[in-house]
C-alpha cells in the first residue's frame, strides 16, 4: 500500500492519523470501491481517496466558493415547477471542484464510490453532479446531452472511514425471526400546536398505506408486522421488540427541526389515555435496541440534522445507527407522495433480485431519471448511508 500526498499542506504523519483504523484493515474496502472523504475549511480543502492499494490527497481549489455553490445548486435540484432539469452548469462546476481532482487516480475497476462529506457537503447529493455535458444530445449520451455521477458509480455514504470499517466487522445479521417491520401513517389523530398556538394541518399522505402493500407483498406474511393508519401508534411501535426486525420501514409525516435536532418527529398517532404524545424523536430511540440490516426513513428531510464539528450531521440517522442499524436510507428533503412510493416500490424490487442495497439504490434512481419523475427532485433526495454491500435477501421470498 502506498501513502502520498498531492499538494498537501500537511505532513504525512497527519495525513495517515485521518485514517488509522482503515490503514490498519484496509480489507474492509473491497478491490471495485474507493472511499473519498472531504476536509473543508474557511479557505482550503483537501480530498482524501483510499482504495485497497492506495491513499492519496489532493487540495480542492476555490473550496470556499462550496459554502455558495452548494445551496445554488440544491434550488435547482428541489425545483419542482419545472419538468427540465435546469442546474446542469452547477452541476458541472461542482464535478469539477469535487470529483475532477480526484478521477485520475480512479481505475476502470472502482465502480462504487464511499463519500464521507464534510460542512455544507452533508446536504449534495454527489449522484447529481454532472461528469459529462454535450451540445448535441443523442441516443450514445442518453439523449439529455448530460450525465449524471449516478449514471457511471454505485454512490453511498458514511459518517467516517471508521464507521465504514466498524459497519463491515458488524455486518452480520444474527437470524432475525421477522424480516420487516413496516409502518405507515398517513395521517395523525391530532392536530400541532403552530407558533401562536393555532392548530396545525396535516396533510394526508395518500400512497403512504399503498407504498407499504407493495413493500410487503415481496415478504413472507408469517414473517413481516404492518402497523398501518390507525394502528400506526408510537406506544404500539415501542412496545415491539424492534431487534427482531431485518427491515424496518417507516412511512409518515416528518418534522424538522434545524436548530435543536433533538426536537425533530416522526408523527405517528397516540392513545388519548396513554403515555406516549405520538411525536417518535431521535432522543426516544437512544434506549432502543435494534439488528436491522437496513432502516428505511420514507419521509421529508429524513437524513437531514444539525451539524456539529468533528460529528457530521447529528438527527435520526445517526439515532438509527447508534441504536444499531447497519444502515439508513433517508431523504434530503421535502419529497413528493407519491413518486415516493413508485420509488421504494422499485427499490425494494431490486432487493427481491438479490440486487446489494447500493446495487438496488442506484438502479432505483437510473428508472426513475428516465420516467415522468426524472426531475432529479423525485429521485435524488434518497441517499444510503452506511453499510452498501450486503443482499437483505429475504425481500422476493414471497414471490
Known sequence: ????????????????????????????????????????????GFAFLLTRDSLDMVALSNADELVSLVPNYLSFLTLKSSKIFLGQ????????????????????????????????LHYLPFETLISLVSPFPSKSNNEKGYRFLVEDYEICYSPSAVCSTLLQKRN?????PMDLLAVACPEVNYQLEGPKNNAQEIRKLVFAKKEILAIANLFPKGRQKLLMGKEAREEAFKSLDLSNFKIIHLAAHGLFD??????????????????????????????????ADLVVLSFCQSGSGHFENGEGLIGFSAAFFLAGANSILSSLWVIDDESAAKFMDSYYRYLATNKTKGEAL?????????????????????ILIGDHSSIPNSAGSNQ
Open 362 to 382: 442506484r438502479l432505483s434512481k437510473i428508472d426513475m431519471m428516465y420516467s415522468r419523475y426524472g426531475h432529479p427532485s423525485f429521485w435524488a433526495p434518497f
Open 1 to 44: 500500500m502506498r501513502l502520498r500526498g498531492r499538494n498537501a499542506r500537511r505532513p504525512d504523519s497527519a495525513f495517515s492519523e485521518l485514517f488509522p483504523a482503515a490503514l490498519a484493515d484496509k480489507k474492509f474496502i473491497s478491490r471495485d470501491e474507493a472511499l473519498l472523504e472531504y476536509f473543508i475549511g474557511n479557505r482550503y
Open 172 to 176: 452480520k445479521i444474527n437470524g432475525n
Open 258 to 291: 434545524d436548530q435543536y435536532w433533538w426536537r425533530s418527529a416522526i408523527l405517528l398517532n397516540r392513545d388519548d389515555a396513554g403515555p406516549e404524545d405520538g411525536l417518535l424523536q431521535p432522543i426516544d430511540l437512544f434506549g432502543i435496541r435494534l439488528d
Open 89 to 120: 452548469k452547477g452541476g458541472r462546476i461542482l464535478y469539477d471542484r469535487l470529483i475532477a481532482p480526484v478521477k485520475k487516480m480512479l481505475s476502470p475497476d472502482i465502480r462504487k464510490i464511499i463519500i464521507v462529506p464534510d460542512g455544507i
